[in-house]
């Protein structure tokens, strides 16, 4: 089984592409199966069906199909993992803790659910705009929220009682209506000290919304006057009004999140409307928005979505977290390009359909007269991701790998997000590129348990059909069943077609499995299976796309 044993080299050469490359070609195309396969893993964090393969194969056009994952319930979901990595809110830890809610209280598995629930707040909003297909603009003009069942309860929205499940819910302390910009989820990842006055939200706001980045400007730390304080010298110094000629105004919108004790729960969970009046003063500036006049959090919502930098900053995340890279100038025609397919519609499902469009998006290979620039830019080979590899496996198998109420695959607390390539929202903030050995190490241990939770439900159990299809423990190799299983898996799993090589290599390395017990001929049947299986999962055209 020369290509199920794992090596790194393997695992990043294993892109295959449409042609042969040619001198005039720099970046080769996938083919349409393969292509579709990654399409498909981005967009809804799922393979694509055999149905949907065939149809394919039939003559189906490639952006239809593409069109239709917009519309596919996983869409939304994916989307929370995908812009999480862009926004980073999806940590492990903020400032109010779980055993702060008498509710919650003496529950340590409630710990992962609360986190996430408070980190995804400003991520669901972000995915059920784009999954509804409206304005994106909404983002920042919204006058509802998302919440689920664990921070229905302990906010002040009207989450309806009982309920479970994620739902639009509207705030009920009078904060204003400013999308993501007057969430709870948002303000908890980007906290403000009492003496920061907001300055670092601005600066979260400008790089989310703006792609513009306080913390990349140079800064110079001389020529302050040692006889004035902090907040005079942040208002008169050339060196600090660099930044703070524009922060300052714009954090006046923001004091009804401002805490007069940021560790307090309820200072934190509640919107203070009586403390909007107080940035001017406190800040000593009139409040503006680059320079235009600025009338509260509401007003900063709508000049934001106006911003001429909004829709490029739309077009270049779609961009960096589908070409899982950072955008450079080398990419400006290509945004400019983007830009404009979503400033005609001002929809996010299609500035994500324009980029699939691209040649950097859909490359699998580097042609011949590929430079050394292109060769180290562009990624043609993805890896799985932890919360990726999650999502893909309780699809195909409906394993979920959990320890204590942590999703081992979605959390670093008590789990394997960062070991396994994901984003932590501080410390890592892209997911990884290249193989290594941790990634290596949590992708066979996660695969290996959904191939043990696979055959003992759906082979030994007899419970209803998720990845296997017509098989039972008593087929063998060189059965007609046991080898149409086994193309089918091929498909399914890699998205191309087995040839009869694989399947008797495959079909060897099952009877080896079987022999190697002395139980009964039906346990060594489900282990020999799962055995094969795991195998599958961890060859590198399953885990990179």
């Known amino acids: 089984m020369t290509r199920l044993v794992w090596t790194l080299a393997l695992a990043v050469g294993c892109a295959t592409a449409t042609e042969a490359p040619t001198p005039s070609t720099e970046l080769v195309s ?75 209280a003496g529950d340590p598995t409630l710990e992962y659910p609360f986190e996430r629930a408070v980190g995804e707040e400003p991520l669901r909003l972000l995915a059920r705009v784009a999954a509804d297909k409206a304005p994106w603009s909404t983002i920042v003009t919204a006058d509802w929220t998302m919440a689920n069942e664990v921070t229905g309860p302990l906010w002040p929205v009207d989450y309806p009682a009982g309920e479970s499940g994620w739902r639009v819910v509207h705030y009920t302390d009078a904060r204003p209506a400013a999308g993501v910009l007057s969430t709870n989820g948002l303000w908890w990842r980007y906290f403000s000290t009492v003496s920061n006055y907001n300055r670092g939200r601005v600066a979260a706001i400008t790089r989310l919304l703006l792609c513009e980045d306080y913390s990349g400007r140079a800064v110079t730390l001389s020529g302050g006057d040692p006889d004035l304080g902090l907040e005079d010298n942040l208002r008169q110094n050339p060196a600090c009004l660099g930044c703070h000629a524009s922060l300052d105004p714009a954090a006046t919108a923001l004091f009804g999140f401002w805490p007069a004790n940021e560790y307090n729960l309820v200072e934190l969970a509640n919107y203070h409307p009586e403390r909007e009046k107080l940035g001017p003063d406190l800040l000593g500036v009139e409040p503006a928005w680059f320079g235009q006049p600025l009338d509260g959090l509401a007003h900063l919502g709508r000049l ?138 949590v992708a066979q241990r996660a695969t290996e348990a959904a191939a043990g939770h696979a055959v003992q439900v759906e082979l030994v159990e007899g419970g209803a059909a998720q990845l296997f299809e017509g098989i039972s423990l008593t087929d063998r190799p060189g059965d007609a069943r046991f080898d149409s299983e086994l193309s089918r898996l091929h498909r399914r799993l890699y998205g191309d077609r087995a040839d009869a090589a694989w399947l008797a290599e495959v079909g060897a390395l099952w009877t080896d499995l079987a022999a190697a017990r002395a139980d009964a001929a039906d346990a060594d049947a489900a282990d020999a299976w799962k055995g094969t299986v795991s195998a599958l999962l961890q060859d590198p055209l399953f885990v990179t796309y």
């Not at 393979?47 to 994952?69: F, H, K, Q, T, Y």
């Not at 799985?384 to 204590?404: C, H, I, K, M």
């Open 30 to 104: 996938l083919g349409d199966a393969r292509l579709y396969r990654r399409m498909s893993l981005d967009l809804r964090g799922a393979l694509p069906s055999i149905v949907e393969l065939d149809e394919l194969e039939a003559g189906s056009a490639l952006g239809d199909l593409r069109d239709g994952l917009f519309d596919d319930p996983r869409f939304e979901a994916r989307l929370v993992d995908l812009l999480g990595q862009a926004w980073r809110t999806q940590v492990d830890e903020f400032l109010v803790r779980y055993e702060e809610y008498p509710q919650l």
């Open 304 to 441: 934001v979505a106006d911003d001429p930098r909004f829709a490029r900053c739309t077009a270049e995340t779609a961009a960096s977290l589908l070409w899982r890279r950072p955008v450079s100038s080398a990419d400006n025609l290509e945004l400019e390009a983007l830009t404009a397919a979503f400033a005609a519609d001002d929809r996010f499902d299609r500035v994500l359909a324009a980029v699939t469009d691209g040649e950097r998006y859909r490359a699998g290979g580097y042609g011949s007269a590929a430079s050394a620039d292109t060769r180290s830019r562009e990624l043609v080979v993805r890896l799985l991701d932890a919360p990726l590899l999650a999502s893909v496996l309780e699809d195909l198998t409906g394993f979920r790998w959990t320890y204590e109420g942590f999703e081992q695959l979605r959390n670093d607390t008590w789990g394997h997000r960062l070991l396994g390539g994901g984003v932590d929202g501080f410390y890592a903030t892209r997911s990884q590129s290249a193989p290594g050995l941790t990634w290596l190490l």
